[in-house]
């Protein structure tokens, strides 16, 4: 037969018939004025709860706090001064910097916070490490995050940027760039990811790509090199000009630009000696302005015209930009990016009127700037990141057998001497592609490597 539950209300009674009981028995009095035994036992716990915090408190402490001995780690940091040691044996030598003792201790450990007592306790020996190798050692950014960006602004000033996000930037529109301290024969079109020579004194070339009172801007050679060259924009020779082309073509002779017009876009062509090649606006501007065939506007013709003779592609304009026009953005970049679905390089004109830095106070200002001069002024990197890069060719040749480097987040590019030393530095297996002439631009650390760390010296010279 089912017992009837135990209602609330039968538990709070029951418990003050214990507690009257107890009272009676410890204090001879079941009237219960008071209660100091329910004040001890609360008394009771809160003591109990305090001393386990306290134990935990002093463990926590015990365990975060420098040690009185240094035990088997291998890189040690003194607490009270910031101190780097490393142990070769049974003997602390005191490290360079945190760079020298991974290197030199074989691990990417971090270091061991100690006391100074317990440094002072030990055997030591002859500091080890290199000059002006990386103090701290950041996460290095992936593949998804590592793409390098050059800019130049109003002021001249280049800026190199690694892991900046510049999809606000537009990369649809051209510049006209002069090399600094090159002459004219530097002059460049910066467009669709490439640059090219152009001849201002060409009046054909200055009228297709409307470049009629543009100056050019005045830009360095980093901000150049970190886009690939094709071809110079000039007038294709066009063999047979004006005799007689296909003769399906109507009359049109050699040299003629025809018209194609589409449903939403319209289609350029040039007629040549055994066909038509397609064209861009502006590569039928210029050949039109160098041959004319004595006509002054462009024909229109019909699809089957087209389609009755050979498309070839005998001239070299497949890489003319499509249309003529340049930017006056005051911020100018180019940008490379390595892709590893297709293993090639992506490479961008943008423009806009900013840098596309959120963060402008992660900018840092380099010691090698010379403001409008052919070099590198600034650079910038993620807080708290890094880069661990493979140097490629602006193409992305070489972007499996370049050398290896390390760029801290102040700019500063540290060659690695192999995998094994990047391996102790703690960085990942695989290196991201980066252009090298970029990386040649920025300021140069020493080489990292075991065999230089490992050089003991008993002072350091100062620099001359």
Request: charged share 20%; proline share 7%; glycine share 10%.
């Amino acid at each position: 037969m089912a017992r009837d539950p135990t209602t609330r209300l039968q538990l709070s009674g029951y418990r003050f018939l214990v507690r009257r009981m107890t009272h009676a028995l410890v204090r001879g009095d079941v009237r219960m004025l008071d209660d100091p035994l329910r004040a001890q036992s609360l008394s009771l716990t809160v003591g109990c709860v305090l001393a386990v915090i306290a134990v935990a408190v002093c463990a926590t402490l015990a365990f975060l706090g420098p040690k009185s001995a240094l035990g088997s780690a291998p890189i040690v940091m003194v607490r009270e001064s910031g101190a780097l040691y490393v142990r070769i044996g049974d003997t602390t030598h005191p490290a360079l910097n945190l760079a020298s003792a991974r290197l030199v201790a074989g691990t990417a450990a971090t270091p061991e916070l100690v006391s100074a007592t317990a440094v002072d306790a030990a055997k030591k020996g002859a500091l080890v490490g290199i000059p002006g190798a990386p103090d701290t050692l950041a996460p290095p950014l992936d593949a998804t995050e590592s793409n390098w960006t050059v800019c130049q602004d109003a002021t001249s000033t280049t800026t190199v940027l690694v892991g900046a996000d510049t999809e606000r930037l537009d990369a649809s529109r051209s510049a006209l760039v002069v090399a600094g301290g090159e002459g004219a024969a530097a002059t460049y079109l910066l467009y669709d990811g490439v640059r090219a020579r152009v001849d201002l004194r060409n009046p054909a070339v200055v009228r297709a790509f409307e470049l009629d009172g543009v100056r050019p801007r005045v830009v360095s050679r980093a901000l150049l090199d970190a886009v690939p060259e094709v071809p110079e924009l000039a007038v294709p020779v066009i063999a047979n000009a004006g005799r007689a082309g296909p003769s399906t073509l109507h009359g049109f002779a050699v040299g003629t630009v025809v018209r194609l017009p589409q449903a939403d876009s319209t289609e350029y062509y040039v007629v040549l000696g055994d066909g038509v090649q397609r064209i861009g606006a502006a590569a039928a501007d210029l050949i039109r302005f160098s041959y004319s065939a004595g006509l002054r506007d462009i024909a229109d013709v019909e699809p089957g015209v087209i389609g009755s003779v050979p498309v070839v592609d005998d001239l070299a304009v497949g890489r003319f930009p499509d249309r003529g026009g340049v930017s006056d953005e005051p911020v100018l970049c180019v940008g490379w990016k390595w892709s590893t679905s297709t293993r090639s390089v992506e490479h961008a004109v943008l423009v806009g009127d900013s840098l596309p830095v959120g963060d402008i106070d992660a900018v840092s200002s380099l010691a090698q700037a010379d403001d409008a001069g052919a070099g590198i002024d600034r650079s910038y990197l993620p807080r708290g990141r890094s880069a661990y890069v493979r140097a490629s060719g602006v193409t992305g040749a070489g972007a499996d057998t370049g050398a290896l480097y390390y760029v801290d987040g102040s700019g500063v590019v540290f060659g690695l001497h192999d995998v094994d030393t990047a391996k102790r530095l703690g960085l990942p297996d695989a290196p991201v592609p980066a252009p090298w002439p970029v990386l040649a631009g920025l300021p140069r650390g020493p080489e990292l490597s075991v065999a230089a760390a490992s050089v003991v010296r008993d002072s350091l010279r100062p620099p001359p």
